[in-house]
């Protein structure tokens, strides 16, 4: 491909995905540093500016290295929607562009990918009355019994989601009460926004995929834990504890938050809180993982799928995928 092809394609953007604790920030840390890349936040948890230790986010060291963006730029109190996240990220990567530097999303959250490399669907806004009703029956009944109300009115979407995913639940049930039609029905429909452009042309991205073995992962996510207990997890559970949330919002509801709440309540040791956490991180892990096998991010000839080194971090190694380099050159 010549130059003035690669740039008819459309400029490069990079993913680095994956579970929880296999070595993302580490991995793109190097890449960038490499590469001349702006590192962009691609998982939902890090975005909250409260939530600086249990989320891992990267230390001001790290941020000092190369541009980070999207880290901890919002409230708790306010929760992030994927198009909300789309915006941002598309900005952050025109601006990384416009400075000659390579954007490196980097995160697990799947649909944040997804709606960069796909689109979105064209749901209808919701009335602010709907989802409304929607928190409040959230609210008074729980999670497991609006997913009951939701599967008599949209069992089709219903049965895509776990009865305990209060947040999905909720969305779900606000776009059938404001819209008349159940969510899935949108997305089956079509009419997404498309990829993600930039001059009118789409991104081209590549992928590197995390896919460490279990029984490291699981290893990992502990010693991680206790390293944000011994960095002030517990005063971070504090202080977002007193602001007196809606425990339904996402920050509220970000591994560890609830198990440490429990604790600073007395309702559970700090050992049981621990183990509670490291167990239901393990858990979602393992459907992030599934996720991610079963989601193409990006052409399939330029995604590779490292096997992390889990002594620690994943480390930047350029043997790990020589191709993403000429990936990158091409459309420098």
């Given at each position: 491909?010549?130059?003035?092809?690669a740039?008819?394609?459309g400029?490069?953007?990079l993913?680095?995905?994956?579970?929880?604790a296999?070595?993302?920030s580490?991995?793109?840390?190097?890449?960038?540093?490499?590469?001349?890349?702006?590192?962009?936040?691609?998982?939902?948890?890090?975005l909250?500016?409260?939530?600086r230790?249990?989320?891992a986010r990267p230390?001001?060291e790290e941020?000092?290295?190369?541009p980070?963006?999207?880290?901890?730029?919002?409230?708790?109190?306010?929760a992030?929607?994927?198009?909300?996240?789309?915006?941002?990220?598309?900005?952050a990567?025109?601006?990384?562009?416009?400075?000659?530097?390579?954007?490196?999303?980097?995160?697990?959250?799947?649909?944040?990918?997804?709606?960069?490399?796909?689109?979105?669907?064209?749901?209808?806004p919701?009335?602010?009355?709907?989802?409304?009703?929607?928190?409040?029956?959230?609210?008074?009944?729980?999670?497991p019994?609006?997913?009951?109300r939701?599967?008599?009115?949209?069992p089709?979407?219903?049965a895509?989601l776990r009865p305990?995913?209060?947040q999905r639940?909720a969305?779900?049930?606000e776009?059938?009460?404001?819209?008349?039609?159940?969510?899935?029905?949108?997305?089956?429909?079509?009419?997404?926004?498309?990829?993600?452009?930039l001059?009118g042309?789409?991104?081209?991205?590549a992928?590197l995929?995390?896919?460490?073995p279990?029984?490291?992962?699981?290893?990992?996510?502990a010693?991680?834990?206790?390293?944000m207990?011994?960095?002030?997890?517990?005063?971070?559970?504090?202080?977002?504890?007193?602001?007196?949330l809606?425990?339904a919002?996402?920050?509220?509801?970000?591994?560890?938050?609830?198990?440490?709440?429990?604790?600073?309540?007395g309702?559970?040791?700090?050992a049981?809180?621990r183990?509670?956490a490291?167990l239901?991180?393990?858990?979602?892990?393992?459907r992030?993982?599934?996720?991610?096998?079963?989601?193409?991010l990006?052409?399939p000839?330029?995604?590779h799928?490292?096997?992390?080194?889990?002594?620690?971090?994943?480390?930047?190694?350029?043997?790990?995928?020589p191709?993403?380099?000429?990936?990158?050159?091409?459309?420098r």
């Amino acid at each position: 491909m010549t130059q003035s092809q690669a740039h008819d394609a459309g400029p490069p953007a990079l993913i680095v995905a994956g579970p929880t604790a296999s070595g993302k920030s580490a991995l793109t840390l190097g890449l960038a540093e490499r590469l001349d890349g702006t590192v962009i936040n691609a998982d939902s948890m890090q975005l909250y500016r409260e939530l600086r230790v249990l989320t891992a986010r990267p230390t001001p060291e790290e941020e000092a290295l190369v541009p980070h963006r999207l880290y901890g730029i919002r409230p708790a109190a306010e929760a992030a929607s994927v198009a909300w996240w789309r915006e941002q990220a598309l900005a952050a990567m025109a601006a990384a562009r416009a400075a000659g530097r390579l954007p490196i999303l980097c995160g697990g959250t799947g649909l944040y990918f997804l709606s960069l490399t796909e689109g979105l669907s064209a749901i209808p806004p919701v009335p602010a009355e709907a989802r409304a009703e929607a928190r409040s029956l959230l609210a008074e009944l729980g999670a497991p019994a609006l997913h009951a109300r939701l599967a008599e009115a949209d069992p089709e979407t219903a049965a895509t989601l776990r009865p305990g995913d209060s947040q999905r639940i909720a969305r779900a049930f606000e776009v059938w009460r404001g819209t008349g039609r159940g969510l899935l029905a949108w997305q089956r429909e079509g009419g997404t926004t498309g990829p993600a452009p930039l001059h009118g042309l789409p991104w081209r991205f590549a992928a590197l995929l995390l896919d460490p073995p279990r029984d490291a992962l699981r290893a990992a996510i502990a010693r991680r834990f206790d390293a944000m207990l011994a960095g002030g997890a517990l005063e971070e559970v504090r202080a977002l504890g007193a602001q007196g949330l809606d425990p339904a919002l996402p920050a509220m509801r970000a591994h560890g938050v609830p198990e440490l709440l429990a604790h600073l309540a007395g309702r559970m040791s700090l050992a049981a809180a621990r183990e509670r956490a490291v167990l239901n991180t393990g858990q979602y892990t393992k459907r992030q993982a599934t996720w991610f096998r079963h989601h193409r991010l990006a052409d399939p000839s330029v995604t590779h799928i490292i096997h992390a080194r889990i002594e620690g971090l994943a480390q930047f190694q350029e043997s790990d995928a020589p191709e993403i380099f000429a990936f990158v050159d091409s459309g420098r």
